[in-house]
């Protein structure tokens, strides 16, 4: 195959393929010549000929032979991989270089008391938590990136700076990044500005580790997930370990480029799950401690954590602030910490995570029920594998939730009102004649008020 023939392959494959992954993937290759039916091409990065053969080699394949039919294989070289490559410089002549971009090293502060031993763990988060924990032993890379999901308050960071604190305390010579999403792109920005984008590269590309939290901050932000994209490659192509934190799943992050979306997919995924009763408790039963290290002469009553864990929403952070101040008001008037107490003080935290159930909760926790994808259900499919679940969802937030039938059609992919008035009523009547659906709604509402 001549140059000119890929050259002219290009618009088609552009077609093909689509604008943004044309632009990814294909035109970054550079056509080497074809020996012996083996077309070779010229990649920048190792991971970028692994994915590109993965996802578009049979596309690639079947375009090349159309127009060279001797073309039978394909094959990836990174670009300079038969250069001698210059030898690594010795670690301390890393560390000087850097110490002159430290400006633009974002150095997060890690929270002292976010490590592992002053995490609790329960069935919502066990999954969370072990996957963290392999990640801190520091041992071969075998998820990247490791994805950590879940809603407010559920212990994204906490687990990440306890990853982060172990990987340091086992090695300290680790050069371990730990950043918000936003950090990141200040600094990214910064560089833009301060005509530093070469500093900013390599520095992001000599650590070992790299951590960044919530990463939907940077949806919707075009430059900045070019950049991260990038540095995420370069890291995934040195299998230095990566780990990703965001408010929801990879795929149901909005404005999200799509490369992105399967890079983050690419490792393992997993979610903390709303916290439940009794990991409310174990959570209050530790905190207590802490707080009865603070005031020892307080004293609290049997029943008060386990109404308070029964009592405040999922998220943690609520929780512990509620703890606080119980404590800190005892003190004050000099009481012990009553039952009564306990819902004098705590009032108005009380009345405000009395039934807050979302329309996103609930549609979560039904698709999680059925087992279905978050998207099919709210997408346009109309298979009953979807459509039940859906119309369950929708009886369940017209039952859970104050909002209106227009409100609940927008937020399940802009449906009618009145597709969400006769959801509603066909789950009232199969609610009555089939018992599994009267055990699913049962399920699942208390599983929603948990
Ligand atoms: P997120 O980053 O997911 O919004 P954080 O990690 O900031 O949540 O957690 C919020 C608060 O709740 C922190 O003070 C954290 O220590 C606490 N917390 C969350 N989950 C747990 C847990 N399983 N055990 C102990 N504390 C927790
Ligand atoms: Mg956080």
């Not at 990703?244 to 490369?259: F, M, Q, T, V, Y």
């Not at 979610?271 to 530790?286: A, K, N, S």
């Amino acid at each position: 195959m001549t140059q000119e023939q890929w050259g002219a392959l290009q618009d088609r494959l552009c077609k093909t393929v689509g604008e943004n992954n044309y632009k990814t993937w294909i035109k970054p290759l550079s056509y080497d010549g074809t020996s012996d039916g083996v077309a070779i091409f010229k990649v920048p990065t190792n991971f970028m000929g692994t994915y590109v053969s993965q996802n578009y080699g049979d596309l690639l394949l079947s375009q090349l032979s159309s127009v060279a039919a001797h073309v039978r294989r394909i094959q990836f070289k990174v670009a300079n991989a038969d250069r001698p490559r210059t030898p690594a410089p010795a670690p301390e002549k890393t560390r000087a270089a850097s110490a002159s971009q430290s400006d633009l090293l974002p150095s997060a502060p890690l929270e002292s008391r976010f490590t592992f031993d002053t995490f609790v763990v329960g069935k919502p988060n066990e999954l969370a938590h072990a996957a963290a924990r392999r990640v801190a032993e520091g041992g071969p890379v075998t998820f990247n990136p490791l994805f950590l999901y879940g809603g407010v308050g559920l212990g994204k960071t906490h687990l990440m700076h306890a990853i982060s604190w172990e990987l340091r305390n086992r090695n300290p010579e680790l050069n371990v990044l730990y950043l918000s999403a936003e950090q990141f792109m200040y600094r990214f920005v910064q560089a833009l500005r301060e005509r530093r984008m070469m500093d900013f590269k390599e520095l992001f590309r000599s650590v070992d580790v790299l951590m960044v939290d919530d990463v939907q901050f940077i949806a919707g932000k075009d430059s900045t997930q070019e950049e991260f994209f990038h540095t995420f490659n370069a890291l995934v192509d040195q299998n230095k370990q990566i780990i990703i934190s965001g408010d929801r799943a990879p795929d149901e992050i909005k404005d999200l480029e799509n490369r992105i979306r399967s890079r983050l997919q690419s490792g393992l995924v997993v979610d903390l799950h709303p916290t439940d009763y009794e990991l409310r408790l174990g959570i209050l039963q530790t905190k207590v401690d802490t707080q009865k290290a603070l005031y020892p002469e307080l004293d609290i009553d049997h029943g008060v954590l386990e109404f308070l864990a029964h009592r405040i929403s999922t998220n943690v952070r609520v929780l512990e602030g509620a703890l606080t101040r119980l404590f800190a008001f005892a003190s004050l008037v000099g009481k012990r910490i009553t039952m009564d107490l306990t819902q004098d003080c705590l009032a108005d935290v009380l009345r405000a995570s009395e039934r807050k159930i979302s329309v996103e909760e609930i549609q979560r926790k039904v698709a999680e029920h059925y087992n279905i994808r978050l998207s099919d259900m709210i997408g346009p499919k109309r298979v009953r594998n979807y459509a039940r679940p859906r119309q369950v969802a929708m009886y369940l937030c017209k039952q859970m939730t104050s909002r209106s039938l227009p409100e609940i059609g927008r937020r399940f992919g802009g449906r009618d009102h009145t597709t969400v008035m006769h959801g509603v009523k066909r789950i009232e009547e199969l609610k009555v004649q089939d018992g599994q659906i009267a055990e699913d709604l049962e399920l699942l509402r208390r599983a929603l008020e948990a």
